[in-house]
């Protein structure tokens, strides 16, 4: 019997290095990006409608803020482009319910996307290669192949080249999460700004960061994480740099501004410390609301 209908969940994402190149004459950035995928999921449900009817969207889940319902959304923007590729029309409608923070640095919009890819190939047995999703989610944006792949992997040039990183064990994080989000675009500029006398490096992959992975060591891994964004989000949110500071206070092994934040990630020893460092930071006041993950899990993945 043909499906008419596919349930696709997806994992947020954590940087554990954000490396940024100098602004290059097109205004990108060339990147070494580090990322694992870890345990909040948006859900993303694509069901066939009525012949003529295009693609259309609905945002539900206790992250909806400034998520757009209309051709804008990321999800929808996916499920053209397949129709586009694999000419055909697409007639679709797209349930995203999502759990990963808005404009956090966590790559919600990414991770949508990346979840319709799967979907539209599992809805329409296209068949399609990991290489050939890898490629159309390059096309929508730079963190969506990773979004595709999860587990812990390089990505370099606009961060979409992307190579499985060795890691061993499972790390504990504790997010503390902003009501409002940071555009990605805004917190690059500022970083442009602050580097502007400077004589900035290519980035390069920590040999510290894989080291740690490959040995499991969670508290060295702790040491090495590095967002060359965090200052420049610090900069334009500098409430930031109090939480991190709370974070570290309370015995995080490990604390990074997510991305271009304003989400800031702390890796802890085990899921007690996750406990009690969730408490604290509740209590201190100076975060809005934390959550709890655990990774690196698998990416984009049919229920
Ligand atoms: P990144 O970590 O990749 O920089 P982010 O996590 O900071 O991204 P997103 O949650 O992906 O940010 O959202 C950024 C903006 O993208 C939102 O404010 C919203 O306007 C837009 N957007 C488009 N599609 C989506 C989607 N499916 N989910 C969330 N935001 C979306």
Redesign the pocket.
């Known amino acids: 019997m043909a499906l008419n209908s596919v349930t696709v969940r997806v994992p947020a ?1 954590v940087n554990l290095q954000l490396s940024v190149g100098p602004r290059e004459s097109d205004g990108y950035h060339n990147l070494v990006s580090v990322f694992q995928a870890v345990s909040i999921y948006d859900e993303v449900t694509l069901t066939k409608s009525h012949p003529g009817s295009g693609v259309t969207i609905a ?1 539900t889940g206790d992250q909806t803020h ?3 319902e209309d051709d ?4 929808v923007k996916a499920a053209k482009l397949v129709g586009t590729k694999f000419d055909f029309d697409v007639d679709v409608h797209i349930e ?1 319910k ?1 759990s ?14 990346a979840g319709t890819l799967v979907a539209m190939d599992a809805l329409y047995k296209l068949e399609a290669t990991r290489e050939e999703l890898f490629a159309l989610g390059a096309e929508l ?1 730079s ?1 969506v192949p990773f979004m595709i792949s999860g587990g812990t992997a390089v990505g370099t040039g606009r961060g979409d080249q992307l190579t499985a990183a060795l890691s061993r064990g499972t790390y504990h994080w504790v997010f503390a999460l902003s009501t409002v ?4 675009p805004s917190v690059y500029a500022e970083c442009d700004r602050m580097r502007a006398e400077l004589e900035v490096a290519a980035p390069k992959v920590s040999d510290a960061l894989m080291q740690s992975l490959l040995a499991g060591d969670a508290q060295a891994v702790g040491r090495a994480l590095h967002n060359d964004l965090q200052g420049p989000a610090c900069s334009l949110r500098p409430a930031l740099s109090l939480v991190l500071e709370v974070g570290r206070d309370y015995g995080a092994l490990g604390a990074l501004v ?3 934040g304003p989400t800031v990630a702390f890796l802890v020893a085990d899921e007690e410390a996750g406990l009690d460092l969730a408490v604290a930071l509740t209590a201190s006041g100076v975060v809005g609301s934390v959550a709890r993950a655990t990774g690196p899990v698998h990416g984009a993945r049919v229920l």
Do not use: E, F
């Open positions: 994402k945002v400034g998520v757009p804008s959304n990321l999800a995203v999502k990963i923070p808005v404009a956090g640095g966590m790559a919600g919009g990414s991770a949508d996307a944006g963190d989000g940071l555009s990605t997510s991305g271009s």
